[in-house]
């Protein structure tokens, strides 16, 4: 298989068509589950998809370090090529590796008024100007509405569309309108795209349950599933 083709089958494409480019304006994206659910994998998937399209992407790994951030992107590449049969496999994937940075923080130590300064200092030096700005492991559970906000302020400044993965847990009952389970549940018209990750036992995979999509609710939604073995999206 070709890149091009690549781009066309990714499943992705229910989120975002092909040929959205940069003068998009900036959206905000939420991916949701219980811990261990493949959160990671689905940004990780997501970065590719928009590096594939020409995007530099900013991954920010909040609690997790470089490394093992690097292997997600390895491990889920080479499984894309595998399953894909994609043809100049390692040149492609050199070629996105040089599109992504990875940045990472101590859980202490984040802050949207950091991740600020520290973007401005590379889009400012001409080292790196992101197009797509990865959050995984952000911690809703403090102010949600606040520093998301915050952060969708500093989408529109620096003009990225961002994705963020959160954690949710079975014994907080608390759910949106929309069914955003807490401790997003008060900011999720601060989202353009929420996912929610909930395992499917009969089918043995995790289903990828689209709440909002482009900022509506309740359209018909698209059935996708994470394969349990390699953690890739699929079409259902």
């Known amino acids: 298989m070709l890149k091009e083709d690549l781009i066309k089958k990714n499943p992705l494409r229910v989120l975002s068509p092909a040929d959205q480019g940069k003068s998009e304006a900036p959206k905000m994206g939420l991916v949701m589950s ?12 997501i970065a590719l998809d928009s590096m594939l399209r020409g995007n530099k992407v900013l991954h920010v790994s909040i609690g997790q370090s470089l490394e093992k951030t690097k292997i997600w992107y390895d491990d889920i590449f080479h499984d894309i090529a595998s399953m894909d049969h994609l043809e100049r496999a390692a040149e492609i994937q050199e070629e996105l590796m040089c599109q992504r940075m990875i940045m990472t923080f101590n859980e202490e130590s984040f802050g949207v008024a950091k991740l600020r300064e520290r973007l401005k200092d590379l889009i400012e030096q001409n080292i790196f100007q992101p197009d797509c700005l990865l959050v995984d492991g952000f911690d809703c559970s403090i102010s949600p509405e606040k520093v998301l906000g915050q952060m969708r302020d500093l989408a529109k400044d620096m003009n990225i569309t961002m994705w963020f993965s959160a954690v949710c847990h079975r014994g907080d009952e608390r759910v949106s309108k929309a069914g955003v389970p807490a401790p997003c549940h008060e900011a999720d018209a601060l989202f353009d795209t929420i996912i929610l990750l909930q395992p499917d036992a009969e089918k043995k995979c995790v289903a990828l349950n689209i709440i909002k999509r482009d900022g509506k609710v309740g359209e018909s939604r698209p059935m996708l599933t994470l394969d349990p073995s390699t953690l890739l999206i699929l079409e259902n």
């Not at 493949?38 to 940004?43: D, M, P, S, V």
């Open 34 to 45: 219980r811990a261990g659910l493949g959160k990671t994998a689905i940004l990780v998937q």
